[in-house]
């Protein structure tokens, strides 16, 4: 079973969808380059908007409702995940399943209403698991049945902070949904990877402050942090992650950072989640 | 300049003790496992779909088929493909025409049957829906959008089982059209090789070879009487059916191609090994029942013997003669010398008793037509 991440954070603008992206582009590009067939990445977009798919594969990544990921949350028995999924543009291994913006709001507001609403992720997608190696959430600004099918879904949450005072704010709610979905859909296993520190501004005095609090209140959960860079902007306007936007000279040996700042840190990030999400990886391999 | 306060927001209230510890956790979800009792009936186009290469009915020409299996040509190419044969070929011809017909009956009251099959991983990561059973309604669908040059692919009502078995399989083809020898003989050898779990290899270039090991493997006790109710056939039977795969594989395609009928294949699978090709095609040929060939056997052995005795005849006579006119033409006083060195060595080398017998009868003959003659 592959390493499952959610990004997460009910706030908005927090830079959910960049990290997730180039969380799973940057995984993917590893993964080629460590085994042959080259192990895949699966990208999950739960947020209506599918701006998370836009930098996978633009043009092919919105489909109709019934062979959309609105069909897989809402339909009973789930169609087949298998016939949904699609490659994306710029890295063959990373692989994810359409999304369709109006669809995915009807499917919000249907979910309250059905059965087994927060499990209903996992279920659709679980025979289709075994062929990843890690599986990417993106999650919508919400802490509605779409972030609750997400986390149910999940072996791991990463969340994405803002280091400003209402950046850290919703840290609260969100945290209380975990211990909910541990306690209550039997995700006892559901850990939280880190906190990653996004849209740091260098010259701002609270993001040095704000970061001192993280650690202090979240030892070792916190995640090597991303500066606010024009690379970063660019990449989503070029429907692109970062390491396809601004790539290195040569990728030999899976080298992933360029002369970019973004494309370091996010390359720092990659490594630090490989790392430590290893003894997890190894074990379910056995 | 007193410094404004800053509040961490996470120090505003206790993250700790969020879960109530009596609470009684529900039933969850693993990912990855499978709950879905119920079956769901979807909608999938055929390239997004792969027929079993181990089905033991077969369908596709082997020249296409070879090629589509190694992902050289897509669906839609081995039906050209298998249209442009057809148009040359009137076996192929009869067969392609069915599923037209039947392509053209989903176009009118609309696929009733699903196919049944199950998802694999393909070769490049990609999802592929193998199928169990339906792959006529495939080629059906295919033949026909290569034919009437459909723009868009066309959908097929598919369902997804879990735990696809060659049992099933067989079942479906019982229930359509009557299986060839051939077929019959593949089926009963995939229900062997099932019930043993030994599975497929994929890099098999001749699927007939994978049959071919259930001919040559020992049958586990009671697997003939489990198989007798699904291929509705006596052990004996199916056992006749099995010999079948002696036959080398492009024989096999030939055969059941054109549905020959198992006696036939029977008398010629009576026939030195040299001779089945040339008497599959003379049966394929003149459309031979099974006494046919067997009278055809017949007359061509009953030859064989004559010729073989007059091959015998002659050479018995030539060596007389050789002998006779050796001894005669030598001068008298050697003749006798001659006949005795003849007499040591025939003793020497055990034959006296044959030649005595001989001579005995060959002097009796010899005496009758004399007697006849004066």
Redesign the interface.
């Known amino acids: 079973?592959p390493i499952?991440i959610t990004v997460a954070n009910q706030k908005g603008g927090v830079g959910k969808t960049t990290t997730a992206v180039n969380l799973a582009a940057g995984l993917a590009i590893r993964l080629r380059y460590e085994s042959d067939?080259p192990g895949?990445v699966l990208l999950l977009d739960m947020d209506p908007q599918a701006h998370a798919l836009m930098a996978v594969a633009f043009g092919q990544h919105l489909a109709p409702p019934g062979q959309s990921m609105a069909a897989l949350l809402t339909q009973?028995?789930?169609?087949?995940a298998?016939?949904m999924?699609r490659?994306g543009v710029h890295h063959?291994?990373l692989?994810f399943i359409p999304g369709n913006t109006q669809a995915m709001v009807a499917a919000r507001m249907q979910l309250p209403a059905l059965l087994a609403r927060e499990?209903r992720l996992?279920?659709a997608?679980?025979?289709?698991?075994?062929?990843y190696q890690y599986v990417i959430i993106d999650t919508p600004p919400s802490l509605d049945d779409l972030m609750i099918n997400a986390l149910?879904?999940a072996?791991h949450v990463l969340i994405p902070v803002e280091p400003s005072?209402l950046g850290?704010?919703g840290?609260?709610d969100l945290?209380?949904a975990i211990?909910?979905v541990?306690?209550?859909?039997?995700?006892?296993d559901l850990q939280v990877l880190g906190y990653v520190p996004t849209r740091c501004v260098g010259q701002r005095a609270?993001v040095g402050?704000i970061l001192a609090?993280?650690e202090q209140?979240f030892p070792d959960l916190v995640l090597p942090p991303i500066h606010e860079t024009t690379d970063l902007t660019y990449a989503h306007s070029a429907h692109m992650d970062v390491f396809t936007y601004r790539p290195p000279r040569s990728r030999r040996d899976g080298r992933l950072h360029s002369g970019s700042r973004a494309t370091q840190e996010y390359a720092r990030l990659v490594n630090e989640i490989v790392r430590r999400t290893a003894a997890a990886r190894q074990a379910q391999a056995q | 300049m007193s410094k404004r306060k800053?509040?961490?927001?996470?120090e505003?209230?206790d993250?700790q003790s969020?879960?109530?510890p009596a609470?009684q956790?529900?039933?969850?979800?693993?990912?990855?496992?499978?709950?879905?009792a119920?079956?769901?009936i979807?909608r999938?186009r055929p390239s997004?779909m792969m027929p079993d290469r181990f089905q033991p009915r077969r369908l596709l020409p082997g020249q296409v088929r070879e090629r589509f299996f190694a992902g050289e040509i897509d669906c839609y190419q081995a039906a050209r493909e298998w249209l442009a044969l057809a148009a040359r070929d009137p076996a192929w011809g009869e067969r392609v025409q069915e599923l037209l017909a039947m392509g053209e009956s989903f176009e009118s009251h609309g696929q009733i049957k699903p196919i049944t099959g199950r998802?694999v991983?393909g070769r490049?990561?990609?999802?592929v829906?193998e199928i169990e059973t339906g792959e006529r309604r495939f080629w059906a669908a295919c033949l026909r959008a290569v034919k009437e040059d459909l723009e868009e692919e066309p959908w097929l009502r598919v369902e997804?089982v879990d735990q696809p078995s060659r049992e099933r399989q067989v079942l479906e083809n019982r229930h359509t059209q009557a299986p060839s020898a051939v077929s019959q003989a593949c089926e009963i050898a995939a229900l062997i090789l099932s019930s043993m779990g030994l599975e497929p290899d994929p890099a098999t270039r001749d699927e007939f070879e994978y049959f071919r090991q259930a001919a040559r493997a020992r049958v586990p006790r009671g697997t003939w009487p489990r198989m007798e109710p699904i291929m509705q056939l006596s052990t004996r039977r199916m056992q006749q059916l099995l010999a079948l795969l002696q036959l080398p594989s492009p024989l096999l395609e030939l055969a059941d191609r054109h549905r020959v009928p198992e006696r036939v294949l029977r008398e010629i699978l009576a026939l030195p090994r040299g001779e089945w090709e040339r008497a599959l095609r003379r049966a394929v040929k003149h459309g031979m029942t099974a006494e046919e060939v067997e009278r055809e056997r017949r007359r061509r052995t009953g030859r064989e013997a004559d010729a073989a005795l007059r091959q015998a005849d002659r050479v018995a006579f030539q060596g007389l003669r050789r002998f006779i006119r050796a001894v005669l033409n030598a001068p008298a006083e050697s003749q006798e010398e001659i006949l005795a060195s003849v007499a040591d060595q025939v003793i020497l080398e055990g034959l006296d008793a044959g030649l005595m017998d001989l001579m005995e009868a060959l002097a009796l003959r010899l005496q009758a037509r004399r007697r006849r003659k004066s």
């Not at chain 1, 997608?125 to 062929?131: C, F, K, M, R, S």
């Not at chain 2, 956790?25 to 496992?33: I, M, T």
Request: aromatic share 6%; net charge negative.
């Open positions: 079973m499952v067939p895949r009973a028995p789930a169609p087949s298998q016939a999924v490659k063959r291994n692989h499990t996992a279920r997608v679980g025979p289709i698991l075994p062929h149910v879904a072996s005072y850290l704010s840290l609260k945290q209380r211990e909910q541990r306690a209550h859909l039997n995700r006892q609270e402050e609090y993280l209140s | 800053r509040f961490n927001p996470l505003e209230s993250l969020l879960v109530d609470t956790a529900l039933e969850g979800v693993e990912a990855g496992q499978e709950l879905e119920v079956q769901r979807e999938l997004q998802w991983a490049e990561g990609q999802f829906f997804v």
